[in-house]
T-cell receptor
Framework: DAMVIQNPRYQVTQFGKPVTLSCSQT?????MYWYQQKSSQAPKLLFH???????NEADTPDNFQSRRPNTSFCFLDIRSPGLGDAAMYLC???????????FGPGTRLTVL | AQKITQTQPGMFVQEKEAVTLDCTYD???????LFWYKQPSSGEMIFLIY??????QNATEGRYSLNFQKARKSANLVISASQLGDSAMYFC???????????????FGKGTKLTVNP
């Protein structure tokens, strides 16, 4: 089945220690998105790639970076995690911008 | 200003009954799209149903239907014959132009937590 995969499902890191979250997809979609979702809140878009074009949201902190080495994979790098970065991180894909987005299971990040 | 409003933080429904989850939206764009997603406690966002602003008929998908009232700017989700597995957070979302580079993105409401009682 075509799907969006996120690894790991749970990630624990230490304050200030860089961490990378991974997303892969078998849908062959052009667009990949990263969202941050804190407890009891709506998902908040951090950035997205349309093919190789990177689109950063205006209020996304510089601490968050992303890489998309090929169509299938996209990574979220948090350079110096703070306690406030503890959240669920959701990856989503879409055939084109504005199309229906399909989400992965998420990675729940804990910062100690 | 909030683009998507979900006024019901929590809803309760008896198993096998129907339930309506409210969503109102605000946009001046004549072309827009509205989505509903389900998020169980496991965390995955599951796409349920889509309504385009120019669609003449209300969208339906199995037990899910969307009560789209364009003049009132509402897009309520109706779940018929509720099941225990329907207990989850439900998010309404709207497609809008991003302020960055003219690309489109989804804006989510704050969600409604639905509990289905046996």
């Amino acid at each position: 089945d075509a799907m969006v995969i996120q690894n790991p499902r749970y990630q624990v890191t230490q304050f200030g220690k860089p961490v990378t979250l991974s997303c892969s997809q078998t849908l062959n979609h052009n667009v990949m998105y990263w969202y941050q979702q804190k407890s009891s809140q709506a998902p908040k878009l951090l950035f997205h790639y349309y093919d190789k074009d990177f689109n950063n949201e205006a209020d996304t902190p510089d601490n968050f970076q992303s890489r998309r080495p090929n169509t299938s994979f996209c990574f979220l790098d948090i350079r110096s995690p703070g306690l406030g970065d503890a959240a669920m991180y959701l990856c989503a894909t879409g055939a084109a911008e504005g199309d229906t987005q399909y989400f992965g299971p998420g990675t729940r990040l804990t910062v100690l | 200003a909030q683009k998507i409003t979900q006024t019901q933080p929590g809803m309760f429904v008896q198993e096998k009954e129907a339930v309506t989850l409210d969503c109102t939206y605000d946009t001046s764009d004549p072309s827009y799209g509205l989505f509903w997603y389900k998020q169980p406690s496991s965390g995955e966002m599951i796409f349920l149903i889509y309504q385009g602003s120019y669609d003449q008929q209300n969208a339906t998908e199995g037990r899910y239907s969307l009560n789209f009232q364009k003049a009132r700017k509402s897009a309520n989700l109706v779940i018929s014959a509720s099941q225990l597995g329907d207990s989850a957070m439900y998010f309404c979302a709207m497609r809008e132009l991003s302020s960055q580079g003219g690309s489109e993105k989804l804006v989510f409401g704050k969600g409604t937590k639905l509990t289905v009682n046996p």
